[in-house]
């Protein structure tokens, strides 16, 4: 059994919880080897009554034992993680590393801890460099689940789709891990070309998101006719830069990958959609924004790219403005 802890335990991270925890001892017991982290109206309404899951119409209920509102809360308990999983947003991360460093923790309990960034958009490395892990301690995932946040202490799983971490974690980890998501019907995959994963996870954000941000629909309106000519331009600029970048990918295969996706979660309210909605800072700069970015360093325009970056930015919140 290994010892978790979820930084930044929300939609996503709490369910990960679930997915990942071993079952109590005994019936109506709390969960040990998993611990929440995150924020506060969602972490104590997992203390007062356990978390709420809604897995398409069954309901769970689970309870965990170890739960914390900040960092603090973490040094003052018994659980020592071997294992740290990052799902908060990328913008987070830099203050996230400023707590991190400044709690003491990286020279403590989390010294030999391996962390694991398991987040949206591309990036997120470099963005959490400034904490000097070595290489051996520091990977990245991606996940095609889709989870929403209906409440606090309350989730509901919205489609299944596999989670992928790089293949250097060790294989007693990788054993475990992949055991957890398989016992509750979830797929757990440590592919070699993760790079290649990441792209493929980039060039389905970067066309759904801030597509649904700026209509206000679910996914299924990447499908429309009208829409078609614009979401074959977004993929063409992305798969250049990723061909710079030395990915190299089938522009019409991508493309059918993105409309499998948007169809197979015509239903569903994107990431991106949800936080313009509530007024919430966006992922676009690490969507987007990362290939736009990449495509400076190779002098390569991307003006469709440029186009849905300048107008989510305009259409989201004022903290999410340049």
Same mark, same amino acid.
């Given at each position: 059994?290994?010892?978790?802890?979820? !930084?930044?335990?929300?939609?996503?991270?709490?369910?990960?919880?679930?997915?990942?925890?071993?079952?109590?001892?005994?019936?109506?017991?709390?969960?040990?080897?998993?611990?929440?982290?995150?924020?506060?109206?969602?972490?104590?309404?997992?203390? *007062?009554?356990?978390? #709420?899951?809604?897995?398409?119409?069954?309901?769970?209920?689970?309870?965990?034992?170890?739960?914390?509102?900040?960092?603090?809360?973490?040094?003052?308990?018994?659980? !020592?993680?071997?294992?740290?999983?990052?799902?908060?947003?990328?913008?987070?991360?830099?203050?996230?590393?400023?707590? #991190?460093?400044?709690?003491?923790?990286?020279?403590?309990?989390?010294?030999?801890?391996?962390?694991?960034?398991?987040?949206?958009?591309?990036?997120?490395?470099?963005?959490?460099?400034?904490?000097?892990?070595?290489?051996?301690?520091?990977?990245?995932?991606?996940?095609?689940?889709?989870?929403?946040?209906?409440?606090?202490? @309350?989730?509901?799983?919205?489609?299944?789709?596999?989670?992928?971490?790089?293949?250097?974690?060790?294989?007693?980890?990788?054993?475990?891990?992949?055991?957890? #998501?398989?016992?509750?019907?979830?797929?757990?995959?440590?592919?070699?070309?993760?790079?290649?994963?990441?792209?493929?996870?980039?060039?389905?954000?970067?066309?759904?998101?801030?597509?649904?941000?700026?209509?206000?629909?679910?996914?299924?309106?990447?499908?429309?006719?009208?829409?078609?000519?614009?979401?074959?331009?977004?993929?063409?600029?992305?798969?250049?830069?990723?061909?710079?970048?030395?990915?190299?990918?089938?522009?019409?295969?991508?493309?059918?990958?993105?409309?499998?996706?948007?169809?197979?979660?015509?239903?569903?309210?994107?990431?991106?959609?949800?936080?313009?909605?509530?007024? @919430?800072?966006?992922?676009?700069?690490?969507?987007?924004?990362?290939?736009?970015?990449?495509?400076?360093?190779?002098?390569?325009?991307?003006?469709?790219? *440029?186009?849905?970056?300048?107008?989510?930015?305009?259409?989201?919140?004022?903290?999410?403005?340049?």
């Amino acid at each position: 059994m290994a010892d978790i802890l979820i !930084y930044g335990a929300g939609a996503i991270g709490s369910f990960l919880g679930y997915l990942l925890s071993q079952a109590p001892p005994e019936a109506g017991g709390k969960i040990e080897n998993m611990a929440l982290l995150g924020r506060e109206g969602h972490i104590r309404a997992i203390k *007062e009554s356990g978390l #709420l899951i809604d897995l398409a119409g069954e309901r769970k209920l689970v309870h965990f034992r170890h739960c914390f509102e900040n960092l603090d809360d973490l040094n003052g308990s018994d659980f !020592y993680p071997q294992m740290v999983i990052i799902c908060v947003k990328t913008y987070s991360l830099p203050a996230l590393c400023r707590e #991190l460093a400044y709690s003491g923790l990286l020279q403590g309990r989390l010294k030999d801890a391996v962390f694991l960034l398991l987040m949206n958009g591309m990036g997120n490395r470099e963005a959490f460099a400034p904490l000097h892990l070595p290489g051996s301690r520091l990977l990245e995932g991606i996940t095609a689940i889709g989870v929403k946040l209906s409440g606090d202490g @309350r989730i509901e799983l919205k489609g299944k789709g596999k989670t992928m971490i790089e293949a250097r974690l060790d294989e007693r980890m990788q054993k475990f891990l992949g055991e957890r #998501l398989a016992e509750k019907g979830f797929e757990m995959e440590f592919p070699a070309d993760f790079a290649a994963q990441q792209w493929n996870k980039l060039f389905i954000n970067c066309v759904i998101n801030p597509i649904t941000a700026l209509t206000r629909q679910e996914n299924g309106i990447v499908l429309s006719l009208p829409l078609q000519e614009t979401v074959q331009s977004i993929i063409g600029e992305a798969v250049g830069v990723a061909a710079e970048e030395g990915i190299a990918a089938d522009e019409r295969k991508v493309l059918d990958i993105v409309s499998s996706v948007a169809g197979k979660t015509a239903g569903n309210t994107s990431s991106m959609l949800q936080d313009v909605l509530k007024g @919430r800072m966006t992922e676009i700069d690490s969507i987007n924004g990362y290939i736009i970015a990449q495509a400076k360093k190779h002098d390569l325009k991307v003006p469709v790219n *440029e186009a849905l970056f300048a107008l989510v930015k305009s259409a989201s919140s004022g903290k999410n403005r340049a």
